[in-house]
């Protein structure tokens, strides 16, 4: 039998409201918050972390991850977030994390799960390819929304370090935006894939998101032409530019101007002519030549009395004479404000050190280092108004004096010569910039003489002859850039230069001709 009193029943609502209170404590205690901030932290130890917290199990193959991430967060934080702020750092580092069972499985993507954007279990299809801010869903019932974004034209640390200078001016505004200060410092730069992975409100990650683009922009991109020539200090002089233009009108005036003397200069002639029944026709009439075919009339070489519309044509001339020397002749296409480096020559062996240990078992350590010597040129172009090109031009040309020898017992030097040139240039879109004065010493040793008589010893000098000649030689540097402004001047440059082999040997014999 069942007695109730008043007694029982107060005894009863106590009971319940502890139970109450109790449940209630656990429920707060489910949902407890974290503050992160982590730095440059392995990417395991964070996986541990989040398991702690999250009483989350994971399966991963320790020697997959090897990278470290960085986490930090403006607010707070539940377990649950913190689990799939996780979840987006090893995606954005090309990992997938699947859930079997009790345990989340953490495995690589396969290249083509990383280009289709695989996704985790039971979640939106994420694609890669159209990252933006936002696309991320964040978790239900909260602010924080985690997004990436895709950079398409520059590294991800040059644009890092603009972003957070940019915060750390923000910061000590009166009025500053604290959020999108907040959101810039939770960037984490993911370099496999060049994106950017950072966290904060929608309306924080969509201004964090414009801010972004207005840096991740395409810069402007250079062609340019180099020649480097060797020639004697005494022909120097035999080099020059020169500019020349003309024209008709209506067939009944003709003009002609340059820069050419009156005699002695065949492409002057041309140019003098030139009349108003007949203008200049005909490829027979403009030297032009194989390779750099990219000149213009109004920038024309002068070598020996001839003209010359092209680097290209210069070379093929200077073969021919064989008076100078071609140290270097590249085509390069580089960006604006990028720095560009050639190299042409050896990379030259040497013992730089000798170790040697003293005792029953006697060794000697040998370190082998080596050097480079040849060519070396170093050019970045800078894009300003009306065309002009700005040239920071570093050149380097060093030569081992002696044969080399690598030695396992003593240390081998190395001597070298080095000569070096460094300038800063304003030059006008395609046109040529011509530098010397980089003077060098050449000493060459011959011998000639009767076979078999001229190679014996004392008796030799009688039937050979021996001949020692210093020389002073003079390098001359020829660069040439042209801006590339669309896609179409890409192709435009593309096509010349594959067309450049097709040019007929007759027109080569036309610039001698000419002459």
Known sequence: MFVSSPELCEEMKRIITILVLLFSTFSFAEKEIHDINFSDVPIIEFIRFVSKISEANFIFDHRELGFNVTLSSGKSMSSDEVVQALVQMLRMHGFAVSEEGNYFVVHRYSDDEIKNGVHLKERPKLDMDKLVAGDIPSMPGSDLEFATYKLRYHQGDDIEGALKKIASDMGGRRDKPAKLIEAIQTIQWVKPTNSFFFTGDQKTIISLDKLIRTLDIPRRQVFIEVLVLETDAKKTTEFGLQWIGGGKFKDKIAFGAGSFPTRGNGFAQVAQDANAGGGI?????????????????????????????????????????????????????????????????????????????????????????????????????????????????????????????????????????????????HVPDDHFLVLSGMARNAKSYQKAGIPCLGGLPVLGAAFSKTKRMNEKRNVLIFVRPHIINSFEDYARVTGRQEDLSKIPENILQSDQALN
């Open 281 to 425: 026709s005909g490829l027979d009439q403009i030297p032009l030549g194989r390779g750099f075919d990219l000149g213009i009339i109004g920038d024309i070489i002068l070598h020996k009395g001839k003209t010359f519309l092209t680097l290209g044509s210069l070379v093929s001339a200077l073969e021919a004479d064989g008076e100078s020397t071609i140290v270097l002749n590249q085509k390069i296409i580089t960006q604006d404000n990028k720095n560009s480096k050639i190299f042409v020559g050896d990379n030259i062996p040497f013992t730089g050190s000798v170790v040697q240990t003293i005792g029953s078992s006697q060794q000697t350590t040998a370190n082998i280092e080596y050097r480079d010597v040849g060519v070396s040129l170093s050019i970045t172009p800078m894009l300003g108004e009306d065309d002009v090109i700005t040239l920071d031009i570093d050149q380097e040309i060093t030569e081992a004096v002696d044969d080399l020898m690598t030695s396992t017992t003593a240390v081998e030097g190395i001597r070298t010569t080095k000569t070096n040139m460094s300038t800063l240039a």
